[in-house]
């Protein structure tokens, strides 16, 4: 299997079902409201999202292959630590507003619609889309380097999905728990972003050595649990460049041999945005409890 096949497909999968349920959301109240007149604009507005999406990769990648030597893992480095930044704002993002993500679309579209700014349901779709789009094209870079044709066909495939997903969970937005979801993906997105966050430190961390910097013992290997070449030279199942490794070394950062300064970010980021995403849900959990309570207790 190729390398980046699985992890280009999940990480195409969730950014493509986040920005899909908000288009989703938006159409089931045209539809609620009966102004399904102005789904033209909600399907415009994605459609372009997505090609400026594809542009900016198209861009990317005509960038990247103008590059030799150090600059390679400098661009890389950048790359890695740029999605790290937008995923982490998207995530914080996310913990703050999912309870009322429905309610504040809602009243964003009545207030357009109201004005006759019907080009404001297009603005809504085509920002929530080229978000997503624009974490996407950042993630698949950093797996394009590795395999660009594993990378296109996992984001192929995680598209596909994403429509028919699209279409079932037209049927029954009204049902979703939409905070519980973005719990789940909040969770997945850390897994991501700590791997990703490592990845762009060790390409700066060898971006450096090779220029002649000295980095010290932040450079140095934490540990070293890579297993030995098998007789035939081939790589072992959970060596990073094996089978099963090099799947996790894409999707969630693995590496057998990682520098201090990687382990330190890893874990670093673990630490601190998991811990604010825990403490965030289990505040809003219990604010969920105490207000079902005080419905119960009122006449």
Do not use: C
């Not at 080229?130 to 950093?142: A, D």
């Not at 450079?219 to 089978?243: C, M, Q, S, W």
């Not at 799947?247 to 670093?268: C, K, S």
Request: no cysteine; aromatic share 10%; charged share 15%.
């Amino acid at each position: 299997m190729p390398v980046s096949l699985l992890p280009s497909f999940l990480l195409t999968f969730r950014e493509g079902v986040e920005a899909a349920l908000v288009v989703v959301i938006v159409a089931s109240y045209l539809k609620r409201t009966g102004r399904q007149n102005l789904n033209r604009y909600l399907y415009s507005g994605a459609i372009i999202a997505v090609g400026a999406s594809l542009l900016i990769g198209l861009a990317v990648s005509a960038v990247y292959g103008e590059l030799t030597g150090a600059s390679i893992e400098i661009f890389e480095g950048i790359a890695a630590l740029t999605a790290t930044v937008v995923l982490t704002y998207m995530i914080l993002w996310m913990t703050r507003h999912a309870q009322t993500l429905r309610l504040e679309l809602e009243q964003r579209l009545e207030t357009a619609v109201t004005s006759g700014q019907v080009l404001g349901v297009a603005a809504v779709s085509f920002v929530a889309v080229f978000r997503e789009g624009l974490e996407t094209v950042l993630f698949l870079t950093t797996l394009a380097i590795i395999d660009s044709f594993g990378t296109l066909a996992g984001a192929v495939a995680a598209s596909l999905l994403v429509a028919i997903a699209g279409a079932f969970v037209m049927r029954g937005v009204h049902r979703l728990d939409i905070n519980r979801f973005f719990q789940f993906t909040s969770t997945v997105s850390i897994l991501f972003a700590a791997g990703l966050a490592g990845y762009g430190v060790h390409e700066l961390i060898e971006a450096g050595e090779s220029l002649g910097m000295e980095v010290g013992i932040l450079a140095r290997p934490a540990f070293d649990i890579n297993p030995p070449l098998n007789v035939d030279g081939t790589y072992p199942l959970l060596h990073e460049k094996g089978a099963v490794g090099s799947v996790l070394a894409g999707l969630v950062g693995y590496d057998g041999n990682p520098e201090w300064m990687r382990v330190i970010v890893y874990v670093g980021y673990w630490l601190v945005l998991g811990t604010y995403v825990l403490l965030s849900h289990r505040r809003m959990k219990s604010a969920h409890i105490a207000h079902i309570h005080r419905d119960a207790a009122q006449p």
